[in-house]
């Protein structure tokens, strides 16, 4: 069992940058693959990065490309997510994710068995 939280959310003006943690408790945090989604006021939630375990192979969705780095230290148990020249549309709630994907399903909500409880990332024009 794997308990996420994150933090490091807040309002930012466009063209800012924050870097969201997500600090994991439980044991077997190394074997998990990890992720990144956001789901934004009246919209589903979708996936924003993952970052796999052994090959630490790097997925991005195409709005974020360029902008967002996740990474990973399993030595502490966190994920990260450095965001850069922040816009409006990345305006949501983010939520960490861990389980087992693969690189066809690593954008999909149903492998990921475990969810942080989200942190508010706002940014004004």
């Known amino acids: 069992q794997v308990q996420l939280a994150e933090s490091g959310g807040g309002s930012v003006q466009a063209g800012g940058s924050l870097r969201l943690s997500c600090a994991a408790s439980?044991?077997?945090?190394?074997?998990?693959?990890l992720a990144w989604f956001r789901q934004a006021p009246g919209k589903e939630r979708e996936f924003v990065s993952a970052i796999r375990i052994g090959t630490w192979e790097r997925y991005y969705t195409d709005s974020v490309q360029g902008r967002f780095i996740i990474s990973r230290d399993n030595a502490k148990n966190i994920l990260y997510l450095r965001m850069v020249s922040l816009k409006p549309e990345d305006t949501a709630v983010y939520y960490c994710?861990?389980?087992?994907?693969?690189?066809?399903?690593?954008?999909?909500?149903?492998?990921?068995?475990?969810w942080g409880q989200g942190t508010q990332v706002t940014v004004s024009s």
């Open positions: 439980g044991h077997m945090f190394s074997s998990y693959d």
């Open positions: 994710a861990a389980g087992a994907v693969t690189d066809t399903n690593y954008g999909m909500e149903l492998p990921y068995n475990y």
